[in-house]
């Protein structure tokens, strides 16, 4: 027994000589914190900028991990990080906000940010001040099956009403068949948002306008009531097995979703076989020029206040990230630099898995965000308050316009516990 | 013959859920959704899911079961070196505090560590420890259910008799426990590594918390990282190229609890033995 | 002269055998414990007349109601037809009982996600009797509770199982068999003979369960984490705590509320340390 004791003594020692190797960050070492998909560009970067002492961390991109480590840096005055991507973009909100204080208001010149899509940006500017540059933009468009269509005798529809109109012909004529589903960020994001329901327009860090009842809201509210009574919009989320399910039985006739859908959900997930998927712009309104397009993700880069003298090595290393067309065109999701866009686009044009070439949707999609869709520190409760409203009067068969009023009121509570004045 | 069905159709419940992520690695993600729920695939979809396991990072889950080993067996190791004689001591002596700690122990071993977890990052800065694999080790090092294990042992498995017999021959206080304690404990060695070793190898919260290094992270954390990156779980998140799906997911899944169930198997044992008087932490 | 020196080096002794204990006692419990309560000061009042507790509360004391009772019963259960009849088949059940409980984290997000979609799971034919058509749907407002009552009893159950099988274990065997030759049924002699003499860890299985029931925090969090946006993130009070800290950079409230469930917990273990007296802290 002694000699399991002295065992277990001379493997703590060897143990503290490995455990001693920890790391620690250096000063004037440029960390930067990147997701698994961002890890190859940002080793790229700092292997050509080998000067500048770069530290490449892959992070788990989850929501709310970025606020978490900041907001333990900032109780303890150090560790954070100078780059940092979001996954969940609207996290910039709580990061340039007190009592977080984290993200510089970015210095980019007027050229560099006019080659990003007109509005992409928008999101980022909070109380006059630029606080991040987008990578990628998920602008919402109407995905279709274009052989089911054909089968079916539809036109893609141009319009709500038109889409309206074939929901209810589809329960009719073909029911288990769906044009749509919302559920949470996709409810809210791809149908509300699209419309210009005002639940997070921000319009500085500490100010938001809500309005449920506004009418941009209660045509959303009245275009999905019998389409979610006869079945033909569904509210299961299109990340769960059972529309995976869906999906694979070719039950999916359209799905208006955010732009990586196409490449992301059709093809891995539905294994749609090729020459099937296409793309079509949202449908518009009666009374508007042209669709709008709602958002459901893009990614951006910030820059921490605390980088310092590193802080223009930063700047630079986003502006590249964000920007450097032979580097965007090979990601995997729209870029939201125009000139990456072009370069992006020409590749996906002669993939062979859509039924015609998705991207000219795609660009006019990403040139057609719906103003107001505002990054906001209540994302979360945006998201599933919505559910605990919309959907759930969806499920009891109630009306949707009725669950609106405490939509609103979730939002409002949220927004104010968040240090927002609502408006 | 009722009593058999019963204890079968309760494992039934307990085991369709780890049958269904044995089975998943075998299979293909499409299979998983279109096929029936539970089926066997092919070794080789197993090979390839691995595979393409290790294409995350260039190999980086393997450097994070490296570090769950190590923590975990520097944790285990430390807990060991603290509660076989502290559980010695408060069974086979009495002095002062020594209801106060007792009291303690006994709280610590009811009320979970999540709740401390803030302070002791906080703590753990101030140490310039944060970051580093003793920001892990050395809390969970502190293990109340070992001392209280130790505890019972010592205090049913070892006669006082003995040890004034000791006394009387003239033995000092730490030679008894070096001479006559500690060749006893070896039974309670046993259950304390156990219930420690799985304390520290489930433990996410933690090292969620202390680490920031991809490097440094443990295997659950890692594998958070590594689902979340690929959209394995949820294909809202990552858009990565790699070819990491359910099945993936399964299998790594299966990585993380195998030393947890390997660890029960081993302790089999010992788990039986009725000195097993206290529980498991919540 | 010569006794009050060894007493001296005795006293010694002791404290080298468990002063390194204490030390990690104090720095790794005590300590943050303290500091929590010193980071609190101020916070309460704001706490208590957040929107979102009452809601948490709600939430957490259904869960409870439900997941308690299913637990300690189904337990309870299991451990005593188990030591009915131990051997080789008792044996092999402990185990499986066991295997749920080893599944964590992103895994486990990914297993109950699918176990609870009835199109994909091996439950499915059961899913489909209680109505459920997807994981959305169960999911959706208090189905999510039932959700994680199933999830919280296969994942607490096994050890618990462990636990309360070795305390019968520990019964001494004469009292067993002395009932056995009386000609007492097995039923009656686990009625009347066993559950009697586990009462005490019965009823510490049953506190230390409420004690993290209240806490309850990864469940719900890993449910979240496959199912994005349909579940509160501040759905239990613990994790309410958690976003207070890490989302909204408060750490004052935050440590109000962990000590505020810590309190409960704190009440339900004093329950179990002086009122079962199951621990005999007296006995040298």
Same mark, same amino acid.
């Given at each position: ?79 954070? +990080? ?35 899509? +007109? ?153 749609? +076989? ?8 949202? +449908? ?140 | ?282 | ?284």
């Amino acid at each position: 027994m002694r000699r399991v004791m002295a065992g277990i003594v001379l493997l703590l020692g060897l143990l503290s000589m490995v455990a001693c190797g920890g790391t620690h960050k250096g000063s004037g070492e440029l960390l930067v914190w990147v997701d698994n998909t961002r890890t190859a560009a940002a080793k790229q970067y700092a292997a050509a900028h080998k000067d500048l002492n770069i530290r490449v961390v892959t992070m788990p991109p989850d929501a709310g991990y970025v606020p978490t480590k900041v907001s333990l840096a900032n109780k303890t005055g150090k560790g954070w +990080p100078d780059v940092v991507f979001l996954t969940n973009p609207a996290e910039v909100s709580t990061l340039a906000a007190a009592p977080f204080d984290y993200a510089a208001p970015l210095e980019i010149p007027a050229s560099v940010r006019d080659s990003f899509t +007109p509005g992409a940006l928008d999101p980022c500017v909070l109380g006059g001040r630029l606080y991040c540059l987008r990578n990628d933009l998920a602008p919402t468009v109407l995905w279709y099956d274009a052989k089911l269509m054909k089968d079916f005798g539809y036109e893609v529809p141009k319009t709500w009403a038109q889409y309206q109109q074939i929901g209810e012909r589809v329960a009719r004529e073909h029911p288990g068949y769906l044009i749509g589903t919302m559920n949470g960020k996709y409810g809210a994001g791809v149908y509300f948002a699209s419309s210009g329901c005002p639940t997070r327009q921000a319009v500085s860090l500490t100010e938001v306008h809500i309005n449920a009842a506004d009418q941009a809201c209660t045509r959303m509210a009245d275009l999905l009531q019998p389409l979610a009574a006869d079945k033909s919009v569904s509210t299961i989320s299109p990340t769960d097995p059972a529309f995976a399910k869906l999906g694979q039985d070719g039950k999916i006739l359209m799905l208006p979703g955010p732009a990586w859908f196409g490449d992301f959900i059709f093809k891995p997930a539905f294994k749609l +076989p090729p020459g099937r998927l296409a793309a079509a712009p949202m +449908p518009a309104w009666d009374g508007e020029d042209k669709p709008y397009s709602g958002q459901v993700g893009g990614g951006v880069f910030v820059v921490s206040k605390h980088a310092g003298e590193r802080t223009k090595a930063a700047v630079d290393m986003i502006t590249w990230m964000t920007t450097d067309v032979a580097l965007q065109a090979k990601q995997p999701t729209f870029p939201a630099h125009q000139a990456s866009a072009e370069a992006w686009g020409k590749a996906k044009a002669s993939d062979g898995f859509y039924a015609a070439d998705p991207v000219p949707a795609l660009k006019q999609a990403a040139a057609s965000l719906r103003p107001g869709f505002g990054f906001v520190r209540y994302e979360a409760v945006w998201q599933s308050s919505f559910n605990e409203t919309v959907i759930a009067a969806v499920t009891a068969g109630k009306p949707i316009a009725g669950a609106l009023p405490d939509w609103q009121s979730r939002l409002t509570q949220a927004a104010t516990s968040a240090g927002y004045t609502v408006k | 013959m009722t009593r058999r069905a019963f204890l079968a159709l309760a494992g039934v419940f307990f085991v369709l859920p780890l049958v269904w992520m044995v089975l998943a690695p075998t299979r293909t993600a499409d299979s998983l959704i279109g096929g029936p729920p539970l089926a066997f695939g092919s070794i080789a979809n197993v090979a390839s899911a691995w595979g393409n396991l290790m294409a995350y990072n260039d190999g980086e889950l393997a450097g994070w079961i490296g570090n769950s080993v190590g923590y975990a067996a520097a944790s285990v190791a430390l807990t060991l070196l603290l509660s076989i004689p502290a559980g010695y001591a408060l069974a086979k002596h009495d002095f002062a505090g020594r209801r106060a700690v007792l009291t303690l122990t006994l709280i610590g071993m009811i009320l979970p560590q999540t709740a401390l977890v803030l302070p002791l990052y906080l703590e753990m800065t101030a140490a310039g420890l944060t970051g580093t694999p003793w920001s892990v080790i050395l809390p969970l090092a502190f293990y109340p259910f070992g001392v209280y294990l130790a505890y019972l042992h010592f205090a049913s498995a070892l006669p006082g008799a003995i040890l004034d017999a000791g006394r009387v021959d003239g033995a000092g206080e730490l030679r008894l426990f070096l001479t006559i304690g500690l060749p006893l404990a070896r039974p309670a060695i046993g259950l304390i590594a156990f219930f420690g070793f799985v304390n520290v190898w489930t433990n996410f919260f933690l090292p969620f918390v202390m680490l920031d290094d991809d490097r440094t992270f443990t295997l659950q954390l890692g594998l958070m990282s590594l689902l979340q990156s690929t959209g394995a779980v949820n294909a809202s998140s990552g858009f990565s190229s790699l070819n990491i799906h359910q099945p993936e997911a399964a299998l790594a899944g299966l990585v993380a609890c195998a030393p947890t169930l390997a660890a029960f198997l081993v302790a089999q044992r010992a788990l039986r033995t009725g000195m097993l008087a206290g529980a498991e932490k919540g | 002269m010569r006794k009050s020196r060894r007493d001296q080096a005795g006293r010694l002794a002791v404290w080298v055998l468990v002063g390194p204990y204490v030390v990690f006692l104090v720095a790794f419990g005590l300590a943050p414990a303290a500091f929590g309560l010193w980071t609190s000061l101020g916070s309460w009042g704001e706490v208590f007349g957040d929107y979102r507790l009452g809601a948490a509360v709600r939430n957490v004391a259904l869960y409870l109601v439900l997941w308690l009772p299913v637990l300690v019963l189904l337990v309870l259960s299991l451990a005593l037809t188990l030591h009915a009849r131990p051997g080789r088949f008792a044996g092999v059940m402990r185990f499986v009982y066991y295997l749920p409980g080893a599944v964590t984290g992103s895994a486990a997000a990914l297993l109950w996600l699918f176990m609870m979609s009835p199109d994909v799971s091996p439950f499915g034919p059961l899913l489909g009797a209680l109505g459920i058509g997807s994981a959305s749907q169960a999911l959706q407002g208090d189905g999510l509770i039932g959700v994680l009552v199933v999830m919280g009893v296969a994942i607490h159950a096994g050890g618990w199982i462990v636990v309360l099988y070795g305390a019968l274990t520990a019964l001494p065997r004469d009292v067993l068999e002395a009932a056995a030759v009386d000609g007492a049924t097995p039923w009656r002699i686990t009625r009347h003979v066993k559950l009697p003499l586990v009462r005490r860890y019965v009823a510490f299985v049953l506190i230390s369960s409420f004690a993290s029931g209240t806490q309850v925090f990864v469940e719900p969090t890993v449910l979240e984490t496959s199912a994005r946006g349909q579940i509160s993130p501040t759905w239990s009070v613990n994790q309410l705590a958690y976003f207070y800290a890490t989302q909204e950079g408060d750490f004052g409230r935050a440590a109000a509320l962990s000590l505020a469930m810590l309190a409960v917990g704190l009440v339900a273990a004093l329950l179990v340390i002086y009122k079962t007296r199951f621990y005999r802290t007296d006995a040298v």
